[in-house]
């Protein structure tokens, strides 16, 4: 190369360079927003409070939380992808992120490549509850059940393409009982549908179903996740029965697609720093959290084959969204 050409185009590498290391340097230059897409006083809520506080004391920024439930989670998405990519927009990503493609009213914008995962802060998995009338005390025994009722079983959710719906859906698959899904608009409304006996079977969160459970007023099976849970480690997993199932709420932070590299470096090391603290795990275990950190490289692997898996899952089911 003729060295007039190369030593400016050195330079202005350099120069570059600088930019970049010197952005995340100086990073944060202001507070931060954690946009979450659920009401306050949920666990998302509750989680995003948990990590944010950390954060903001590490970063040395306040983390201000900012929920905006509508449109299944679509809403606040779209506000997160609209922000300026400079890091100080984060979002608590969930497995909405990967399953809004598919709805009708899907997001006028791909997610997949409309955000940046940072990390992977941990996955709450459901417990699968039954109405106490059922003569059931096991997954083997539901299964064999429901194949023996005329028009066999109803199972609840709190909404089309939720985590709860897809657990249900996926264990409809893979254990061929005869279930049909009856949509409710909520998870309090679903969790009042299994109590009062409208429903044969739920899907909730942990820390709904684990007092239903303890009071009697609901029979829990199993949980959902690839292995038991910390939170409830009485149960067994589903898989357990049925090998492969695994369905769980995700959680983890996302940023603006074009945000620089080494700030999402310098956020996930935080993260992942904040998500080895003893005090930390407690209470993220305490919302039913079981914590797993993943740097960006794995978390978007991780979600990557969470949109393939319930797009699967969503053709050999034959879910429609309306």
């Given at each position: 190369m003729n060295t007039r050409l190369f030593i400016p185009l050195l330079l202005l590498s350099l120069s570059a360079g600088n930019v970049l290391a010197?952005?995340?340097?100086?990073?944060?230059?202001?507070?931060?927003?954690?946009?979450?897409?659920?009401?306050?006083?949920?666990?998302?809520?509750?989680?995003?409070?948990?990590?944010?506080?950390?954060?903001?004391?590490?970063?040395?920024?306040?983390?201000?939380?900012?929920?905006?439930?509508?449109?299944?989670?679509?809403?606040?998405?779209?506000?997160?992808?609209?922000?300026?990519?400079?890091?100080?927009?984060?979002?608590?990503?969930?497995?909405?992120?990967?399953?809004?493609?598919?709805?009708?009213n899907k997001p006028s914008f791909d997610p997949l490549t409309a955000f940046a995962p940072v990390s992977m802060i941990g996955i709450g998995p459901t417990m699968m509850t039954v109405h106490p009338s059922l003569p059931v005390n096991s997954v083997k025994e539901l299964i064999a059940y429901a194949k023996t009722q005329p028009g066999g079983l109803r199972f609840g959710s709190s909404g089309p393409g939720t985590t709860n719906h897809f657990a249900g859906e996926l264990f409809r698959v893979m254990s061929g009982a005869p279930i049909e899904h009856i949509p409710y608009r909520g998870a309090a409304v679903n969790v009042l549908a299994v109590v009062q006996g409208e429903i044969h079977i739920a899907f909730l969160p942990l820390l709904a179903a684990i007092p239903q459970v303890k009071s009697g007023k609901l029979k829990g099976l199993a949980v959902s996740s690839a292995k038991r849970s910390p939170a409830a480690p009485n149960l067994p997993a589903v898989a357990e029965t049925l090998p492969g199932y695994e369905v769980s709420a995700w959680y983890g932070i996302v940023v603006p697609a074009k945000t620089p590299k080494p700030v999402i470096a310098k956020l996930d090391a935080t993260l992942a720093i904040i998500l080895k603290t003893p005090e930390i795990v407690r209470r993220l275990e305490s919302q039913g959290v079981d914590v797993e950190h993943m740097n960006p490289a794995r978390f978007a692997e991780y979600i990557r084959k969470d949109a393939l898996r319930w797009e699967k899952l969503v053709k050999d089911a034959g879910i429609k969204f309306e």
């Open positions: 010197q952005g995340a340097a100086d990073y944060p230059a202001r507070p931060l927003r954690l946009i979450t897409g659920f009401l306050p006083g949920g666990v998302s809520d509750t989680i995003a409070r948990i990590v944010g506080e950390q954060l903001g004391e590490r970063l040395g920024q306040r983390v201000v939380i900012d929920g905006r439930p509508g449109a299944g989670g679509v809403l606040s998405m779209s506000i997160a992808a609209e922000a300026n990519p400079d890091g100080h927009t984060l979002y608590l990503g969930q497995p909405v992120l990967a399953i809004s493609r598919l709805f009708k």
